[in-house]
């Protein structure tokens, strides 16, 4: 029989006295800070190398919209796709972002309506903004979906796989697939983009980068959602994830597609020739 390991992880790096009315500090806020943090220093070195042609104001600036984008929209995607009858009847639970629950496509529409705002107050390309996250975005995937596992949320369906974690939620081994995720979206879209970053196209196509992302995470994401324990009732015989996905998928197929016979001007990309 197997002996499988019992998840007992903390996930709170700190915790106040219970008088405060915050319960503490969590590894899962933290990720979102240091994703943050790994962008910024990424931005400033590409901007020293003349990689792309913004200024230490600009980029603190333009992480400061896509934060605002992924928090409200992460918060309100979370709300209006996965819980909308449960939010209807506790509106005031919306605004309790400590208790979790964001969701990476609302995540995606909040930020690409403030690179829309923002962007077109600096006149640069919306496409070229979205190319321009993704090498950090990717990381910051990765680091969410570990402090996913930590918290011990969005696990696995049940599994008699020996590497298969119980989980607080029941005495059942599930799939640890935060960390698959980790992996797949996160640690794999990394590499990809990164390398990508080197090619001539990031200038002469702006916006390439970003459809292929979106191609790419969603058929990842298609794929490990069949180890993951769906978060709402199942859309037909698919899960919520799984549609979202497909749509995703075909949005940036498409873009993908327009973008290669018909670029934007490359004046306002973000990114210079040389990269």
């Known amino acids: ?8 992880l903390d996930p709170f790096i700190i915790k106040f006295p219970s008088h405060w009315g915050i319960q503490g500090i969590k590894w899962y806020g933290c990720a979102y800070l240091l994703g943050f943090l790994i962008g910024y220093w ?9 990689k792309i042609r913004l200024t230490r104001e600009q980029i603190q600036n333009y992480l400061f919209a896509s934060f605002c984008g992924i928090l409200i929209g992460g918060r309100l995607g979370y709300v ?43 006149k640069l390309s919306v496409l070229s903004l979205s190319d321009l996250c993704i090498v950090p975005g ?12 930590i918290n011990g949320e969005v696990y696995g369906r049940m599994t008699q796989m020996p590497w298969g974690i119980i989980f607080p939620v029941d005495c059942f081994a599930r799939h640890p697939s935060q960390l698959y995720e980790a992996l797949g979206e996160g640690l794999v879209l990394f590499i990809w983009s990164l390398k990508r970053t080197h090619d001539e196209r990031m200038h002469r196509y702006p916006g390439l980068l970003a459809s292929h992302f979106v191609i790419g995470y969603s ?9 993951r324990e769906p978060d709402a009732h199942l859309i037909g015989c698919f899960t919520r994830g799984q549609m979202y996905s497909i749509v995703c998928l075909l949005i940036g197929l498409v873009a993908a597609y327009r973008l290669k ?7 306002r990309s973000v990114f210079t020739k040389q990269a």
Not at 261 to 267: G, L, N, R, S, T
Request: hydrophobic fraction near 45%; charged fraction near 10%.
């Open 138 to 149: 990717t990381l910051g995937i990765f680091l969410g979906r570990c402090a996913n596992f």
């Open 80 to 122: 209006c796709l996965y819980h909308l009858d449960y939010y209807i009847h506790n509106p005031l639970a919306i605004v309790r972002i400590w208790d979790g629950g964001m969701a990476f496509h609302g995540a995606c529409l909040g930020l690409f309506i403030s690179w829309c705002i923002w962007g077109a107050q600096q």
């Open 261 to 267: 016979k018909h670029p934007i001007p490359c004046e």
């Open 42 to 50: 990424i931005f400033c070195r590409w901007a020293h190398s003349g």
């Open 1 to 8: 029989m197997l002996s499988y390991w019992i998840h007992s």
């Open 219 to 227: 058929l990842i994401r298609y794929i490990l959602e069949y180890f």
